[in-house]
Structure formats: C-alpha cells, structure tokens
Nanobody, 126 residues
C-alpha cells in the first residue's frame, strides 16, 4: 500500500511561483509513474502532468502552456510540481497520484489510478 502526502500549497499572488511536493511511502517509489491533478471549486478534476518511473519521460496537459514542470527524486521518494506565473484560475486543491502503469490515456482521464494523496490547497490572489 502506497501512501502519498502532498505539501507546499498556500497563498501566493498572481505571477508568483510555488513548488509542490508529494512524498511517497509504503512501496517501491521507482516502480510507479507519478502525476499531478487539480480540482477547483465547482469543477471536475483536471489532469496536469505525469512523469515516467525513471523520470525519463513526462507528459503535460496542453492548457498549462509551459508554466508547470513535473520532476521526481527517486532517492527521496518524492515528486514535485514547480508552478510558475501563477494565475487566479490556478486556485484549486492539488493532488498527486501513483500508478504502476504509464498509460497516458488512463492518466489523462484520471480514472483507475491506484493511489491518491489527500491534496494541498493552492490559492492565487489577483
């Protein structure tokens, strides 16, 4: 059983940056593809990015337009999401997820993934 704990959320002004972290425990971290999603109030959960087990491949939602970067440190069992040029519409609860399969259709849909964290709130003020 893999446990995921997100951190790094908070309040930031528009145009600012935040780096989210997701620490994993209870499994072999390097065996899992890791990804980030978000859910804004009143909206459906949205896929943001996924990174391959070794970190050798990444895939992003097109809507991000290069503002966010996913990375991982397998020695620290942690995946990161660097968020730059934040906008008020980025306000949401951000979740990380883990799955042993790097299937971009599954990740893009956000369903059937094995493990989820409880989320961290990001609020971007205008």
């Amino acid at each position: 059983q893999v446990q995921l704990v997100e951190s790094g959320g908070g309040l930031v002004e528009a145009g600012g940056s935040l780096r989210l972290s997701c620490a994993a425990s209870g499994g072999t971290f390097s065996s899992y593809a890791m990804g980030w999603f978000r859910q804004a109030p009143g909206k459906e959960r949205e896929f943001l990015a996924v990174i391959y087990m070794s970190g050798g491949g990444t895939f992003y939602a097109g809507s991000l337009k290069g503002r966010f970067t996913i990375s991982r440190d397998n020695a620290k069992n942690t995946v990161y999401l660097q968020m730059n040029r934040l906008k008020p519409e980025d306000t949401a609860v951000y979740y990380c997820a883990a799955d042993p399969i790097y299937d971009l259709r599954r990740w893009g849909a956000g369903y059937g993934l094995n493990y989820w964290g409880k989320g961290t709130l990001v609020t971007v003020s205008s």
